[in-house]
């Protein structure tokens, strides 16, 4: 079931929450939508479940205009944040509701109970109630909630924000295998990008309200279609340069300012991994600050000689790290960059 957002326009009082929106979903994908707290995420979610009216623009499901659809006709299940599952029922309770609100036979909603218990890992665990699971647990009981009225589209709003680190890499693993198994249309709101590119075919980078850029995982962090975007996806560093005086000034960024109008100030956005540092004393550019090992890979933070602050990091054991400490000279490579006008 594909999902097509039209230029949806929401205010909540005088704040603009979103603006011209408009993105499509294919049926069977799983798609992130990615962005700081408070840009409009999951409203676009609420407006697609109609949980919200948008002032403008209109939601298809399926080529189907719904906007004038109750949220129950859209078929739609939601997955919250923190759940939301009910306290007094069991396990298979709650995952039982919505069947029973649609006044499923008795033996259907038996049936597929025990398969959604089965495909979530949570056989055997029928009669609990929510206070005797754990985090990773509940959420699992949520989504096959979620998923026992056989909704046309699936979505959820951060759905593992509130679990730690360990348990939210073991769910998203299985979030996407479970995506595979069901094939059903999913969006999930998270501001998490290792997240967001863990488990999305594509992803929609909201800020402000507005769509900044649709794209696979690999375009996004490659091919960041504003500053923002290559400033708020993956570790990059951020420069100021100017293309006439590029040569003179700041010769490592020459081959990022190369296209831009010559005498326009641009920002000029480098990746941590476009970057090759190694230590040369007689021809150096810049002079390292600091060396942090991070596990298996080492951050190296230099000071570029003119510019400023840069930074780029390294496999612990890349014979480019030869001879780096701080106090040292180092040459400066970039290997590809991205210039925005200032």
């Known amino acids: 079931m594909n999902v097509s ?13 979103l603006a011209d929106v408009s993105f499509e979903v294919e049926s069977g994908e799983l798609v992130a939508l990615l962005g700081p707290s408070g840009g409009g995420k999951s409203t676009i979610l609420r407006i697609i479940a109609g949980l919200e009216r948008p002032e403008g623009g209109s939601i298809a499901l399926g080529g189907e205009v719904v906007d004038d659809q109750h949220p129950r006709e859209r078929r739609v299940g939601f997955v919250f944040q923190h759940y939301a599952l009910f306290r007094h ?10 069947l029973e609100a649609q006044k499923a036979p008795k033996s259907e909603v038996e049936g ?16 609990r109630f929510p206070s005797q699971l754990s985090g990773g647990q509940r ?18 709003d951060e759905p593992f924000a509130a679990l730690d680190a360990k ?6 693993r299985w979030l996407r295998e479970l995506h595979e198994e069901t094939g059903v249309t999913s969006l999930f709101v998270t501001h ?31 091919d960041p279609a504003s500053e923002f975007v290559a400033r708020f996806v993956g570790e990059a560093n951020v420069l100021a340069g100017t293309p006439s005086e590029a040569g003179a000034r700041v010769g490592p960024l020459d081959i990022a300012l190369d296209h831009a109008a010559s005498g326009n100030t641009v920002h000029v956005v480098v990746r941590a991994y476009d970057l090759k540092f190694w230590r040369d004393d007689a021809h150096g550019v810049a002079t390292v600050r600091r060396v942090h090992p991070l596990g298996d890979r080492v951050k190296v933070e230099a000071a570029l000689d003119g510019v400023g602050p840069l930074f780029a990091q390294f496999p612990r054991r890349s014979s480019l790290l030869h001879g780096i400490e701080p106090g040292c000279r180092i040459a400066v490579q970039i290997t590809k960059a991205r210039a925005y006008p200032a």
């Open 112 to 127: 597929r109970v025990n398969e959604l218990l089965r495909l979530v890992g949570l056989q055997g665990m029928e009669r």
């Open 5 to 17: 957002v039209s230029h949806v326009t929401k205010r909540f009082g005088a704040y603009q929450a």
């Open 89 to 98: 029922m069991t396990v298979a309770d709650n995952v039982a509701f919505g």
């Open 167 to 172: 348990v939210r890499g073991d769910l998203r």
């Open 139 to 156: 959420q699992r009981v949520a989504l096959a909630r979620a998923l026992a009225p056989h909704p046309k589209i699936l979505l959820l």
């Open 192 to 222: 998490d990008q290792e997240e967001a590119f863990a488990l999305a075919d594509r992803v929609v980078v909201v800020n402000k309200g507005r769509i900044d850029q649709v794209g696979t995982p690999l375009e996004i962090m490659d």
